[in-house]
């Protein structure tokens, strides 16, 4: 079975700072792993995934996520914090062989301070 | 980019009705849709899937002769919450799949009262 671990709930910088949100994932299976990012009351964008290839991904308005198999992370980070990156973001694992299941993180709601 | 759209975005409902909630995706064909349900301040949690023209697959735990779901078309499928009760209010999100990428509909809030 697969899973999904975002430690911290809550994550809090000031704009300009470094964001940093954690995820780890337990799969049996070669996993494709999401970053999704929510806006209040509204559903799910794809900031970036990881499915084969190179292990650091690039995503939208900045985001990045390494993916490093030996410590079953993918944590997204992005340099410089900007007022309208505030929102819940969530991590996903899938299956490699891409049903499109998937298994969401209890989700790290970023606030940016000015 | 793709678009998928739900309605309503918002429902009203008294204990013991029933409601449809629409997931349509507008510029591509979706072989598969997913319906999620978000508490607040909580993760998405998947309840089905459903592929064109099959029945839906169930997650563990999900009462499937309470959420109807029906696939009919490659561009449409409704999820209906039947006999709702006031434990039924959540936030439904529905996800269409078509060729590669997965897109998320905006949302439904569903209160029932």
């Known amino acids: 079975a697969q899973s999904v671990t975002q430690l911290g709930s809550h994550v809090s910088v000031s704009e300009g700072a470094l964001v940093l949100l954690r995820c780890n994932y337990s799969s049996s299976v070669p996993p494709y792993l999401f970053w999704y990012v929510q806006y209040p009351n509204q559903g799910l964008q794809l900031l970036l995934k990881?499915?084969?290839?190179?292990?650091l991904v690039k995503g939208i308005n900045g985001f990045e996520a390494e993916f490093k198999k030996s410590e079953t992370s993918f944590h997204l980070t992005k340099p410089s914090a900007h007022m309208s990156d505030a929102a819940e973001y969530f991590c996903?694992?899938?299956?490699?062989?891409?049903?499109?299941?998937?298994?969401f993180g209890q989700g790290t709601t970023l606030q940016v301070k000015p | 980019g793709a678009v998928v759209s739900q309605h309503p975005s918002w429902v009203i409902c008294k204990s013991g009705t029933s409601v449809k909630i629409e997931c349509r995706s507008l510029d591509f064909q979706a072989t598969t849709m997913f319906w999620y349900r978000q508490f607040p301040k909580q993760s998405l949690m998947l309840m089905a899937t459903s592929n064109e023209g099959s029945k839906a697959t169930y997650e563990q735990g999900v009462e499937k002769d309470k959420f109807l779901i029906n696939h009919a078309s490659l561009t449409l499928s409704t999820l209906t919450v039947t006999s709702a009760h006031p434990e039924d209010s959540s936030f439904y999100i529905c996800?269409?799949?078509?060729?590669?990428?997965?897109?998320f509909g905006p949302g439904t809030r569903l209160t029932v009262t």
């Open positions: 990881y499915t084969t290839g190179a292990t």
């Open positions: 996903a694992v899938s299956e490699a062989s891409n049903t499109g299941k998937l298994i």
């Open positions: 996800s269409a799949r078509g060729v590669g990428e997965q897109y």
